[in-house]
């Protein structure tokens, strides 16, 4: 099990930016595809960006993509979310995932595949 700590969530205004971070611990954070992963006020978690194990290898969901960047330095073992541009529907509670993989190029989009979860960080956007 690896255990996943987020911050760097806030109060900003529209068209401000954040960058949150996601450290690791306690397994080889080169082993794990890495994503993030939001819940809004009353509705379901949603995905919003994965990266494989070698970064650069990246997918993100519509609603952020040209907005968000993520990364990942597997010498610090963390992974970023840099977000841009935020909107007041960006709000929600981000949580970072971690997923054990053997394949070096696989990324993942789907909840029930990551084994791992952060307690989450709240982004507040305000209008």
């Known amino acids: 099990q690896v255990h996943l700590v987020e911050s760097g969530g806030g109060l900003v205004q529209a068209g401000d930016s954040l960058k949150l971070s996601c450290a690791a611990s306690?397994?080889?954070?080169?082993?794990?595809?890495m994503g993030w992963f939001r819940q809004a006020p009353g509705k379901e978690r949603e995905f919003v960006a994965a990266v494989a194990r070698r970064d650069g290898l990246i997918t993100y969901s519509d609603s952020v993509k040209g907005r968000f960047t993520i990364s990942r330095d597997n010498t610090k073992n963390t992974v970023y979310l840099q977000m841009n541009s935020l909107k007041p529907e960006d709000t929600a509670v981000y949580y970072c995932?971690?997923?054990?993989?053997?394949?070096?190029?696989?990324?993942?989009?789907?909840?029930?595949?990551?084994?791992?979860w952060g307690q989450g960080t709240q982004v507040t956007v305000s209008s």
């Open positions: 995932a971690a997923k054990f993989t053997w394949g070096s190029t696989s990324y993942f989009t789907a909840q029930h595949d990551y084994d791992d």
């Open positions: 306690g397994r080889t954070f080169s082993d794990y595809a």
